[in-house]
């Protein structure tokens, strides 16, 4: 699923530049996903958009974050330094942290791997059409052991 939810991302600007779903399955079957994946993904992303439509109300940025035990066991220390990680920077306020946390929990089972956290993390990000400064995509896109440091 999470290849597809990739492949959707770096193909299509924004949400509502996808195709319907029929188009959208077709097109991604002739890429190469299987249809089970492909149903998988768009189920999700249907989930995601009822997500940011009922995104309701301002949480305070000062707001404090309690996981619960079945949280932590989905997400797993490392996804949720990450999350702790992308608040203090500044750059996932409360309503996406939870639009986050939301589609992390809809994957199923844990401890979700902190790479598939991070594609959820863009696309919550690519389905209220913001894209992420320069350094957050670096920390997204780029495997720890690839960078280089100055």
Same mark, same amino acid.
């Given at each position: 699923m999470f290849d597809v939810l990739v492949y959707l991302y770096e193909n299509y600007w924004r949400p &509502?530049?996808?195709? &319907?779903?029929?188009?959208?399955?077709?097109?991604?079957?002739?890429?190469?996903?299987?249809? &089970?994946?492909i149903q998988e993904a768009l189920h999700w992303l249907d989930g995601l958009a009822s997500t940011a439509e009922?995104?309701?109300?301002?949480?305070?940025?000062r707001s404090l974050r309690l996981y619960t035990e079945a949280e932590r066991e989905l997400l797993g220390e490392d996804s949720i330094a990450f999350i702790?990680? !992308?608040?203090?920077? #500044?750059v996932l306020p409360p309503e996406m942290r939870e639009m986050v946390i939301d589609r992390a929990s809809a994957? #199923?089972?844990?401890?979700? #791997?902190?790479? &598939? !956290?991070k594609v959820i993390v863009?696309?919550?990000f690519w389905s209220l059409g913001e894209e992420p400064d320069a350094l957050i995509l670096d920390e997204l896109f780029v495997d720890p052991e690839d960078r !280089?440091?100055?």
């Open positions: &509502d530049a996808c195709p &319907d779903h029929r188009q959208l399955s077709r097109k991604l079957s002739a890429v190469g996903f299987e249809s &089970d994946e009922s995104r309701v109300g301002e949480q305070s940025s702790s990680f !992308l608040e203090s920077a #500044g994957v #199923g089972s844990g401890p979700l #791997g902190l790479e &598939d !956290l863009l696309m919550v !280089l440091i100055h």
